[in-house]
């Protein structure tokens, strides 16, 4: 053995990505592509490339693309849910936090909101039961949140003001809206929750 060959690699150690940031890193390149080219075009292929993993290895994440969809639109709701209920820590829920807290996720998640409102035609019928179970806890969850900030509602009204206030928001996210934009929807948004 030379001393060459005792000295240690310059080349740098590759380390091992955990399953969860490969899932993670998958989700954000589809959010992306999504957002950007739409849900029809964005074949899970193409996701595959964008995130950096081989063809093959993304299917031992996702069989198919309705399922990067679902987990994508069930991450948004529970990002959604925790923000409210973040900040209800410190203060009370209000309409005005509920309708902000959907706006501001609206602009951040993009299509993948948008496309909680959309049928999707391509999906069979196990994930569009799980996408109408996202949505339907989504819908419990803001309407259990709403009636907290207006008591006197009932949960049937609570949760229609909520379906709308997705409709809104769903087409909100749909476009790329400027500042001015949001700021007119946000009285809007409140509007509907306090109807």
Known sequence: MTDDDK????????????????????????????????????????????????????????????????????????????AIESAADEEAVTIDLIADVLVDRALREGAVIGLLQASIIDMDDA?????????????????????????????????THIEAALAIVGQLARRSPDAAEVDRMRPILRAVLAA
């Open 127 to 159: 994930d569009r039961s799980q996408l109408e179970q996202v949505r339907r806890a989504l819908v419990d969850r803001l309407g259990t949140l709403l009636r907290g900030a207006r008591p006197s509602i009932e949960t049937e009204r609570a949760r």
């Open 7 to 82: 000295q240690p690699s310059s080349a740098p150690r590759r380390t091992r990505m955990t399953r969860e940031a490969r899932r993670s890193l998958i989700l954000s390149a589809a959010s992306e592509m999504f957002q950007k080219h739409g849900y029809a075009a964005a074949s899970i292929d193409a996701i595959a490339l964008a995130s950096g993993i081989s063809g093959p290895a993304i299917y031992r994440y996702f069989s198919r693309k309705t399922e990067i969809l679902v987990a994508l639109l069930d991450a948004a709701a529970v990002d959604a849910i925790d």
